[in-house]
């Protein structure tokens, strides 16, 4: 049991969403000015781990033939055999179970936003073949904790809530351009779209 637990923590790589969630935290206090009550925080750290876990699963089930045909990634759990595309998908279907469920004790605002951000989190999955853009709707992706967490707070939507998000799309989709340079000939030859394969 240990060790299909570390499995599952390796998919998802857990410790990426310990380190983005210092961002949601601070934007949590900014909000507040100092701390909002537990069972809030706790509510929204659920539906930020939850909702990352679901879309790291998505990522690498949708992405499981390029992993196996990538030198870089064939060692991860689904191409090795490891973890099996059934197991992952009972575990994106507690995940998302889990999202709801804390979604559901926040604001009616973050509840009507729910699919959209369901749609980023399992789409941006898809773009990296049909658009270099990918990067940026990576960077809307990860910027969707940060936004939520104010709009967990206040309950509406504000241009503080933009800038924030704005703020963590360009530096999400800055350093994810600088990622995909080490993978320019692989996305080339297997036709995966990103800004360095398009344009060096």
Request: glycine share 8%; aromatic share 8%; proline share 5%.
């Amino acid at each position: 049991m240990r060790e299909k637990l570390v499995r599952f923590g390796r998919l998802i790589k857990v410790e990426h969403t310990l380190f983005s969630l210092p961002f949601s935290l601070g934007t949590m206090l900014l909000t507040a000015r100092g701390l909002p009550d537990l069972a809030t925080v706790g509510w929204i750290l659920l539906a930020i781990v939850s909702g990352r876990s679901l879309g790291r699963a998505a990522n690498r089930v949708i992405d499981r033939q390029v992993d196996l045909a990538h030198p870089r990634t064939r060692d991860r759990e689904l191409p090795r055999g490891l973890l099996s595309v059934a197991e992952v998908w009972v575990f994106m279907l507690v995940c998302a179970g889990l999202l709801v469920w804390a979604v559901l004790h926040l604001p009616p605002l973050c509840l009507a936003l729910l699919p959209l951000a369901m749609v980023l989190l399992i789409g941006y999955s898809y773009t990296k073949f049909f658009t270099p853009a990918c990067h940026f709707v990576l960077g809307l992706v990860l910027a969707t904790p940060v936004i939520g967490s104010r709009l967990a707070l206040t309950g509406r939507w504000d241009w503080e809530a933009c800038l924030l998000g704005l703020g963590v799309v360009l530096w999400v989709s800055g350093f994810d351009i600088l990622y995909a340079c080490q993978d320019i000939e692989f996305d080339r030859v297997g036709g995966i779209h990103s800004v360095p394969a398009r344009l060096g």
